[in-house]
């Protein structure tokens, strides 16, 4: 076989996504919605408000009446009706009139003021409700303004946003009561390699749990596609070749796990070839994860071959497929989040290949700082329970720091550290 070329990660990515695909619509219940991405526009069916009202609890009237009032000369006000959010009253405000009003209830008819309950005095006289003010009012103040906030047909949630309890606010708001999403795309998984035991199975002298399986499984949830659990293969040429193209008709992508290297056992490249797949790369120039491999079937259906190391195999899921599912999604921006962040620990080493470390990124001291979370080699398991991010080491001829800022690419939003609002 010849020697692997590796290319840069950025233009490995870029390759991938010249292969991306969009997903077809579907409408669902809102309630469903949630972490699904918007398939279309979704526009404001009515102004926010829909109408003039209150935004506090107080009386509607007329800014003129006020101009005598002082603190030495209160004015006095009819109370004439009193309503709360829901209820629009039947009367019209005349002179020295008002009506007590509850906060979101419709400015009455005649007002064009509210002022608080708190500024106000109430009393009775002659068995009718009154209430004085002390101050001069302006025309207009508390009155939260039909159309203020949006108004009807502006473009409230674009498509390819991931539906958050926030957006789901406004799809309600709206009469969104079935939502149109993306269809998920199916994402077929299947673990390679004669060594691995299924989960529930006993340690057998020689064989591992096959943790890749579950993993993906739940990084493609997460992501937003649908996973369909292929099982396990052998290392036999046969029995993959067969899985992977029975598989192929089921999905719209597929990710197998391990069997991607130069080893003896690792059947990947020659099945890729035997299905006619055209392989993207073969090596990419980063660490972990460097026998990551990507073919694209004639229909443009994407192959991630991802390595059996469990750290690599995460880091390329997030770097490959993770953006593939937000851009058959429509969302704009790929990746999750980045920030930039100080360094706890030295990398003394120089290394040719851009590192993606498993870390926590932590708001510490008024800053992020993101710290290893352990082993960092792309065969261990136990380093990536508590990383929500990777730091990324460029590759090239220098080593790194402690104190030194550098770029952290998160993937989970759960961080560690005091809130930002405390003040240690
Ligand atoms: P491979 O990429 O097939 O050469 O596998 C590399 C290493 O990852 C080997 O030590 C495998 O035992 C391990 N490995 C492969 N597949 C899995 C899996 N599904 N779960 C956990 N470890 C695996
Ligand atoms: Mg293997």
Known sequence: MKRRQ?????????????????????????KESLNRFIAEDILADHDVPAFDRSPYDGFALRAADTKEASSEHPVDFEVIDHIGAGVVSKKTIGSFQAIRIMTGAKIPDGADVVIMLELTKTFEQDGRPFMSVKRRLKQGDNIARQGEETVKGKVMVKKGTKVTPGVIALLATFGYAVVPVVKKPIIGIISTGTE???????????KIRNSNLSMVFAQVLEAGGEPLDLGGVSDDFDQSYEAVKAAVSKVDMLITTGG???GDFDYLPAIY???GAQVLFNKVAMRPGSVTTVAALPSGQ?????????AACFVGFELFVQPIINMWGLKKNPYPAFAEAKLTHDFP???PFTRFVRATLQFTGGQLSATPTGLDKSSAVTSLADANCFIVLPGGSRGFQAGDKVRVLLFQYEGGGSPCWMTN
Do not use: C, M
């Not at 994407?302 to 469990?310: D, E, Q």
């Open 260 to 262: 991607v290297s130069v």
């Open 196 to 206: 691995l035991l299924q989960v529930s199975d006993a340690i057998v002298d020689g």
């Open 6 to 30: 590796p290319i840069p990660v950025d233009e490995a990515i870029r390759t991938v996504q010249q292969y991306q695909q969009h997903g077809k619509i579907e409408w669902i219940p809102l």
């Open 273 to 275: 070839e035997k299905l």
């Open 302 to 310: 994407l192959l991630f071959g991802l390595s059996g190391n469990p």
């Open 349 to 351: 080493k120089a290394n």
